[in-house]
């Protein structure tokens, strides 16, 4: 049941994307979130993200960003179904660095638009060039990176899977619960830096990080029901409903040579 699930015959007038096995995205989410919660904790109580936000940010996108170079050069992020195999393309160490330079390029581009938008959005302009450009590299990071190493590099995917309410495979759900529970929590928690309550967690860009490091958790656990556990339930669903089909139509066809009989004997 759960190979055809992934299988690419279960998605046949949808975009054909990498497939993702149970099993080894259980590990990537559990992993995801353990790599998001030790980017959160700060090596020295002196490098701490309220006295020194630039080199705070600087550490927690590198630990995002060598777990993310890890699954992409090893190719254990996204999986190809093969029958009942799920087992990593094997693929020339050129291809394998490839993948990892395409992943910083895409990852720093992204960053790059949202820092943009920061400042578009009221972020300092002639100051903090450091803390905008980390925040939204760790932005970048959360919500758009899952993406890059799940949809094929053309517009079309991406615009299918971020931007369209068409009906999507199970890698668009995962990329597109990422992007979005991350990017609009991190647009709810600019709504406490205005405020005239002058605590230190108000100072830019601390809500920002803190609502995308939230909208992160909250996307591990969206992706998990929505990917995994609504697909596996309305299988388990429709099979059942396919068997007491089965069943009612067996009981039918006894059902009525008896029912013949029974009336020529009345008569």
């Not at 450009?133 to 919500?143: R, Y």
């Not at 992007?179 to 108000?202: G, H, K, L, N």
């Not at 609502?211 to 609504?230: E, S, T, W």
């Amino acid at each position: 049941m759960v190979s055809e699930l992934h299988s690419p015959a279960s998605h046949t007038s949808l975009p054909v994307h990498k497939q993702y096995p149970i099993v080894f995205n259980g590990i990537q989410l559990g992993l995801g979130g353990l790599v998001s919660a030790l980017a959160l904790v700060s090596p020295r109580k002196s490098l701490n993200l309220y006295d020194n936000p630039a080199a705070y940010l600087c550490v927690s996108a590198s630990i995002i960003l060598a777990y993310y170079a890890i699954l992409a050069f090893f190719d254990v992020y996204c999986f190809k179904a093969r029958g009942d195999s799920w087992r990593p393309r094997a693929r020339p160490m050129s291809a394998r660095i490839s993948s990892v330079l395409s992943m910083f390029g895409s990852t720093l581009a992204a960053a790059l638009v949202i820092a943009l938008g920061f400042v578009l959005f009221g972020a300092p302009l002639t100051t903090h060039y450091a803390e905008t450009f980390t925040a939204a590299l760790n932005v970048s990071l959360l919500a758009v990176t899952p993406a890059i190493l799940t949809l094929k590099p053309t517009f079309g995917a991406y615009r299918r899977a971020l931007l369209s309410a068409e009906q999507k495979s199970i890698p668009e759900k995962w990329a597109a619960g990422f992007f979005w529970c991350t990017i609009t929590v991190t647009w709810m928690s600019a709504y406490f830096i205005p405020m005239d309550w002058e605590r230190p967690w108000q100072k830019w860009p601390i809500p920002i990080i803190g609502g995308a490091f939230l909208g992160n958790m909250v996307a591990v656990f969206f992706v998990l029901v929505r990917c995994f556990v609504v697909p596996i339930a309305r299988a388990d669903f429709e099979e059942t409903q396919s068997i007491q089909r089965k069943m009612a139509r067996d009981y039918e066809a006894q059902r009525g040579p008896v029912t013949r009989s029974m009336a020529k004997k009345e008569k």
